[in-house]
């Protein structure tokens, strides 16, 4: 049974910095797609970054030169930098994997991670 949990959310100031980690365990091969997603309250789930094995990369216009997502494929973990961050990149977010493309849609994904809260405030 494959298990994803992510971990480093919290609460940070607007221009600050946070990274998010999320591990995968139970998987009887490497996962090949990665995802980072997140939802606001009150607002519909986005994409905000994506990885495969090979370390090609996608994001929203939203986060691009904000966000970097990476990997270590030895420990099945994938992180998300976050840099500059603003109130409205405030939401909880979410760790996915098991997906066929590398894709920033949630329909894509599989496995999910429970989720972790991020709060962009002053």
Not at 29 to 34: G, L, Q
Not at 43 to 70: M, N
Not at 105 to 112: E, V
Request: contains cysteine; charged residues 15%.
């Amino acid at each position: 049974q494959v298990q994803v949990v992510e971990s480093g959310g919290g609460s940070v100031q607007p221009g600050g910095s946070l990274r998010l980690s999320c591990q995968a365990s139970g998987y009887r091969d490497r996962p090949y797609y990665w995802g980072w997603f997140r939802q606001a309250s009150g607002k519909q789930r986005e994409g905000v970054a994506a990885i495969a094995l090979d370390s090609r990369t996608i994001y929203p216009h939203s986060v691009e030169g904000r966000f970097t997502i990476s990997q270590d494929n030895a420990k099945n973990t994938v992180y998300l930098e976050m840099n500059t961050l603003k109130p409205e990149d405030t939401a909880i977010y979410y760790c996915a994997t098991g997906a066929n493309a590398l894709s920033l849609r949630g329909f894509s994904y599989k496995y999910w991670g429970q989720g972790t809260q991020v709060t962009v405030s002053s």
